[in-house]
Structures are given as C-alpha cells and as structure tokens.
C-alpha cells in the first residue's frame, strides 16, 4: 500500500460519519497531491516526494480526531424540540372540542387516535428526512417535477370526492389531493433555481404548465401557496437581478390572467365569498355571516378562555383551529402558540446565513416561504385579514397530509443543517 493510502485510511479510522469520511478523503488527497507536486517541483522524485507530503501533513491520529470534531453531522436540537412542543400542541387541540364538535361527527375519540398516529408518523418523516443526504436530491429536479405533474393531472381526470369544493381521489381510507404535490414541485423548483443549464424561458413555461392544473381542479389555496413559494425562491435564485425582474413580471402577468379567469369561471357562491370577505356588512345574514361569528368567538376568548363554553366553532380541529384554542384556552395561550410557531421561521432563517451551499440555501428558503404561507394565511383569516380559505395551522390542524408536509419541511431543514460543515464533491474536486 502507498504511503498516502495509508495516511488516509489511519485519518478515516478515526472519522465516525461515513458522510464526512468521503469528504475528507476528498480533501486529504487534494492536499497530498498539490504537496507532492510542490516536492517535485523542488527536486525530488515521486517516491520521494510522496513520503514528505505525507509527513508534512502530520499525526494521521491527531488529524483524523480533528477532522471528526469539526465535520461531526450535527442535530439542531432548537429545531427539534420546536416540533415536538408545536406537535404537543397540536394534540391539544384535540381536548378542545366540545360536545357541538361531538353531536356533528359522532365520535371525538376516533379523530384524537387519528390525531396521534399523524402526530408520531411526523415525527418519523421528519427523523428520516434528517438522516438522509439532502445533496442527493439536486440531480433529480426533472424527476420530481414530473412526479408534481401527474399527481395534479390524475386529481383532474380521475377524482371521485370532493372538500371544501376541491376534487381529490379517494380510494379507500387512502386520499391523493392537490398538497402531495407541493413537496414534489418544491423540491424539483430548488433544483431548477440551482441549474445553470435552465434558461428563463425553461423557468417561465415550466411555472405556466403547472399553474394551469392548479387552476383547472380548481385549487386556489393551492395556486396561491404555490405561487409564493416559486417567487421567493426564484428571489434567491442564481439569476442575475434584471432576469429575476423579468420572470417576476411574467410571474406576476401569469398570475392576473389566472385570475381574470378564476374569477370569470368561479361559482356564484365563491364570489359572494370574496365580496363578503372585503365588505362583511354588506351580507351579515348570509356569506359575512361566518366572519362575524369568529370575529365574536375571539373577542369572547378573554385572557384565560372558556373552557367549559359550549359555543359552536365551524371546522374547530381544521381550517379555524387557531380560533377554537384561542375561545377555550385564551389569549395568553394564543400568544404563546404564535411565539413558538413564530420561531420555526426564525430558526429557519437563522440557518440560512450558516449555509454556504446554494442548494441548500434554496430548500430552506422555499422551506421558509412554505410554512410561514400556512402560518400567515390561518392566523390572518382568524382576525380576518385573509379570506376564509382551506388552510392548516401548520402542525396544530388535524389532517395527515398537512402534518406530513410541514414536518417533512423540518426534516429537510434538519438535514441541511446536519450536513451544514460538509462541502459537496463537486465542490472540493473544483
């Protein structure tokens, strides 16, 4: 064996973590090769100069317990007990509902267990999703997107249920609805955004085709989480300023149409929606109706709550679960769930200036946009400053697939993180 594979196997002896163990092999042999070039440029032949490049790197004991204390995978503990306090809560929830929750779906207990078994399969996806190598991904941007794609193309051609007026497949107890395909576009727009190959009219037609399966289920909660996402990523993208611009505005021209159209195409009863959204008054009786009967319910929440108040709550454990935990917990507990679901995005953000890859940088920055939408969004319908809409309290609304997505937005927040020490291969054979 040469002495430079020596050296490098007594280093990786002493590294833990098969991932850093590729890394510094990587980096150990750079170093050794511009060493051994530097002594034959000095004279020396290549036997020779191998033998001084290797003992001019040291003790391969004392570098490789170094190098395993500097490139350590590390756990954001901060992150993790944020899901489990936000999980916790979530299953509070629960304990809220009363007995006009019970007379409407029969049986509490049967959605608590529900609620649970969501609860621990987050906490799996999110745990799995840390351990496994986010840089993985990067290739498969096209792969993804297709997977998007097809989920959304079979929603419009082979739905069979309807909620909350959006068409999904239902086939036993498993649902296929428009949120799977979030992830997917998400994972495959960070991709896209970090290829230099991808030309802006790539990006433009791309955004276009997708929109329009949005549109035609229709999914506007969808659309307008989508929307988002895409702009702040493509804010923090590669592209130079003036290409950043242009796609804006093609975004943003994209975006009217759509909702010229929307607004031609939509039922009676979702315009009346809308209209009673930007004037409450005008319908007291009828579509302004549910407004003021939330705006009422956290009015009477009072510091403390009413935990024994009987007051129905419309859709208590989903779409206005903030404002079913505000009525019987009260404010101070409401404000404490906003201050811990507040510092997931600043974590988030946190970690971004930690990262000095551009992939990574541009999951967790469409990782930050995904959540902070949902967060947003449910808390302003609550003090109705966004419209009554389909939107989860990220890890406090009952649904699987709203818990699965946001922890699953942790679990590749956790990963990035992890891995935040170690460069790709691409990067150290540059």
Not at 38 to 63: H, L
Not at 227 to 241: I, P, T
Request: with cysteine; aromatic share 14%.
């Amino acid at each position: 064996m040469r002495k430079s594979e020596s050296y490098l196997s007594k280093v990786k002896d002493q590294i833990q973590s098969k991932e850093a163990k590729e890394f510094v092999t990587m980096e150990l042999e750079n170093h050794l090769k511009e060493a051994k070039c530097d002594w034959i440029r000095k004279g020396c032949d290549e036997e020779e100069a191998e033998e001084k490049a290797v003992e001019q790197m040291g003790s391969p004991i004392t570098i490789g317990q170094q190098l395993n204390k500097l490139h350590r995978p590390k756990v954001d503990w901060l992150t993790v007990m944020l899901l489990l306090a936000a999980l916790g809560v979530g299953f509070l929830s629960m304990m809220s509902l009363n007995d006009n929750f019970l007379g409407y779906y029969q049986d509490v207990s049967y959605f608590t267990m529900r609620k649970l078994i969501f609860i621990l399969l987050g906490i799996a996806v999110a745990w799995g999703m840390m351990y496994m190598d986010y840089r993985k991904l990067v290739r498969q941007g096209w792969l993804f997107y297709t997977i998007g794609m097809l989920i959304l193309l079979a929603i419009n051609f082979f739905s069979n249920h309807m909620v909350f007026g959006i068409p999904i497949i239902k086939i036993g107890s498993i649902t296929i609805e428009s949120l799977m395909a979030i992830p997917f576009f998400f994972l495959a727009w960070a991709s896209f955004f970090n290829n230099s190959r991808l030309k802006v009219w790539h990006c433009a037609l791309l955004f276009l085709f997708s929109c329009s399966l949005f549109f035609i289920l229709p999914s506007i909660s969808m659309l307008y989480i989508y929307v988002v996402m895409v702009f702040v990523m493509l804010c923090w993208s590669r592209f130079s300023r003036k290409t950043i611009l242009i796609m804006a505005g093609v975004m943003t021209s994209s975006i009217l149409i759509f909702g010229l159209m929307i607004w031609q195409s939509a039922s009676h009863h979702l315009k009346r929606r809308l209209l009673a959204f930007l004037n409450p008054g005008s319908d007291p009786n009828g579509d302004g109706y549910m407004m003021f009967l939330i705006q009422e319910r956290m009015s009477n929440a009072g510091w403390f709550g009413n935990r024994l108040g009987e007051a129905f709550i419309p859709d208590a454990h989903t779409n206005f679960v903030f404002v079913s935990l505000t009525y019987h917990y009260g404010w101070l507990f409401a404000a404490v769930l906003i201050f811990i679901l507040s510092l997931f995005v600043v974590r988030m953000i946190a970690i971004i200036y930690k990262i000095n890859d551009s992939y990574g940088k541009l999951l967790l920055i469409g990782a930050v946009s995904l959540y902070t939408i949902q967060f947003v969004s449910h808390i302003g319908m609550a003090f109705g400053f966004f419209p009554m809409a389909s939107m989860s309290l990220p890890f406090i609304s009952y649904g699987l697939m709203p818990i699965l997505l946001n922890a699953f937005l942790i679990g590749i927040v956790l990963s990035v993180y992890r891995r935040k020490d170690l460069r790709s291969v691409e990067f150290v054979e540059a």
